[in-house]
Nanobody
């Protein structure tokens, strides 16, 4: 069973930055997609950013130009650099790794952006 451990959430003022990390318990080479989702209170979980087939990146429209997803193969870790944060970015952020057999979620990390 793959374990995903997230870190880096917290409280930040609008315009600030945070970097989320998601460390996997095994090599990330086998995963076809690695991404970040978020869920705000009363809303459905939504995709924020993802890396597909190790090189293709996709972003939710509202975070384009502000968030960057990246990976460090040597550390088995995926990052989400979040800049120019807005109050509407407030949510619990979850990492998600998928492969042909297996869909894995982190425990979630809270990001709160104050105005």
């Amino acid at each position: 069973q793959v374990q995903l451990v997230e870190s880096g959430g917290g409280l930040v003022q609008a315009g600030g930055s945070l970097r989320l990390s998601c460390a996997a318990s095994e090599s990330i080479f086998s995963f076809r997609s690695m991404g970040w989702y978020r869920q705000a209170p009363g809303k459905e979980r939504e995709l924020v950013a993802e890396i597909i087939s190790h090189s293709i990146t996709n972003y939710e429209e509202s975070v384009k130009g502000r968030f960057t997803i990246s990976r460090d193969n040597a550390k088995n870790t995926v990052y989400l650099q979040m800049n120019s944060l807005k109050p509407q970015d407030t949510a619990v952020y979850y990492c998600n790794f998928r492969r042909i057999v297996g869909n894995y979620w982190g425990q979630g990390t809270q990001v709160t952006v104050s105005s």
